[in-house]
């Protein structure tokens, strides 16, 4: 049997997976890098993916959650909101989402009304500049960018919605083709193990991975290290909890039994 495809998002956010095949680290032709891999793709190709993880729903009947892996934070995340006052002195405003994801999309929704009282008049994907009648959403490298502006606030949602639930905020998971699993464990259990490579390597070469990617994206680099550090990398019972309850404030239907669609592959033969 060929080997299973294996797709990793490659927005900065999951880079810890990603950057050890991006760097030649880990050559691995059955992996690649696919910025927003959409779900209709995973399920074409029958392959284990780190996908976005409001994405991942969509990939229920076909896929179970491989909680082996995963990317949640809960103090310092790859997702911010920038005003032109003091958050909770912002009322009705229009959010400007160009180029977020859907995840980062969905905590926005989440936490806009609830953590900071902020009404959402409209969303628009165009890029807006922040002002009275305007709020953006960043994310990734331009998240970690202090904004010019010394009369502009920029504020981490991830964060926000960490204190609102005291729950991590899970940006990525892992899903596997319910049909692979069933008819050769053996091949998406070696799939899976390319993450746990691509882990490990940024584990060892941490310091070679933050110093080369701040570089390569002009962003602080203490920063950087700041917000990798928070990151955890498993789906257990706490990121559980967080991502059920995004799924659930955003009113995704959920299985009735959810231990149905997860797995643990680690220790598995």
Sequence with gaps: MPDIPVLIDARLTACWYSYPFQSGWIDAPEVEMIRDPHPATIRDRNAIALVDSLAATRLLETHVIVADHAVASRRASFLTVVTHTRPDEVDRVTVSTRGISLVGRGVAEATLPRFYGITATDWTDDRLEVNQQTIVITEE???????????????????????LT??????????????????????????VERLEQARQASTDRARELRRNVASDLGIERDLFTETLADQTYRLDDPERSGLLGLWKHLGIPTPGNMSEHIVTLSGSS
């Design 141 to 163: 490298a331009e998240a970690l960018i202090p904004v010019d502006d010394t009369e502009q606030y920029q504020e981490d949602l991830g964060r926000a919605w960490f204190l």
């Design 166 to 191: 005291d729950t991590p905020y899970v940006s990525h998971i892992c899903v596997a083709p319910r049909s692979a699993l069933t008819s050769d464990p053996a091949a998406v259990i070696a799939a």
